[in-house]
């Protein structure tokens, strides 16, 4: 938990609930909300991609790699009609930042 909290408290997630030291921490983002674990009983496996919306995707895009975070690519337009980019968290969760066209 402690590896996570340090990474997401660097892409300026502000801690709600939990910590460093804690099986249980809640994050947010804006109005996004993230919740981790790491109790181990009984383990659920899947495999799924958390999607915050920022109001300026490059802009966060910049501050990750500021604090020495390398994105999986540099923001780009989508088909789909968001801007955004992807990175993964030191336990391997990918993360999407993302905004609306």
Do not use: C
């Not at 408290?9 to 249980?24: C, E, P, Q, S, T």
């Not at 919740?35 to 895009?61: K, Q």
């Not at 690519?73 to 999407?96: G, I, K, Q, V």
Request: charged share 20%.
């Amino acid at each position: 938990m402690a590896r996570a909290v340090s990474f997401y408290k660097a892409l300026g997630f502000r801690i709600v609930h939990g910590g460093a030291n804690d099986a249980f921490t809640s994050f947010v983002l804006g109005t996004s909300f993230l919740n981790l674990t790491s109790e181990t009983h009984n383990p659920v496996r899947f495999w799924g991609r958390g999607i915050v919306y920022v109001s300026d995707v490059d802009a966060f895009y910049r501050k990750a790699k500021a604090q020495g975070i390398e994105p999986q690519f540099a923001p780009r337009d989508a088909p789909w009609n968001e801007r955004y980019f992807h990175l993964t968290d030191p336990d391997a969760h990918e993360l999407s930042f993302a905004r609306p066209l």
